[in-house]
Nanobody, 123 residues
């Protein structure tokens, strides 16, 4: 059974930093595309970042967030710096097992999801 478990969320002041982790069990994910998405209250889920052998970021986090992975630990990370209240959301990690010409900024191309971790940024 594949499981993705996020951790590292919490409450932080504007300008602060958090590092999210997503531990994957039940499969070897070294060839998977691993993504982070977020959903704020009353808003649709939105793409944050994805990593395979390269990385792609949403414009609203580029330069502030960094996605990385440790294949030996089956873990993907999201380092978030210069946080602002608009970053407040539940953050989800996801794994896409299919490779090819897919749009990995779209959640429907992902096969497995974590339960989410809350990030709250106070002003």
């Amino acid at each position: 059974q594949v499981q993705l478990v996020e951790s590292g969320g919490g409450l932080v002041q504007a300008g602060g930093s958090l590092r999210l982790s997503c531990a994957v069990s039940g499969r070897t994910f070294s060839t998977d595309f691993m993504g982070w998405f977020r959903q704020a209250p009353g808003k649709d889920r939105e793409f944050v970042a994805v990593i395979s052998v390269s990385t792609v970021y949403a414009g609203y986090v580029k330069g502030r967030f960094t996605i990385s992975r440790d294949n030996a630990k089956n873990t993907v990370y999201l380092q978030m710096n210069s946080l602002n209240p608009e970053d407040t959301a539940v953050y989800y990690c996801a794994a896409a097992t299919r490779t090819g010409s897919y749009d990995y900024t779209r959640g429907y191309n992902y096969d497995y999801w974590g339960q989410g971790t809350q990030v709250t940024v106070s002003s």
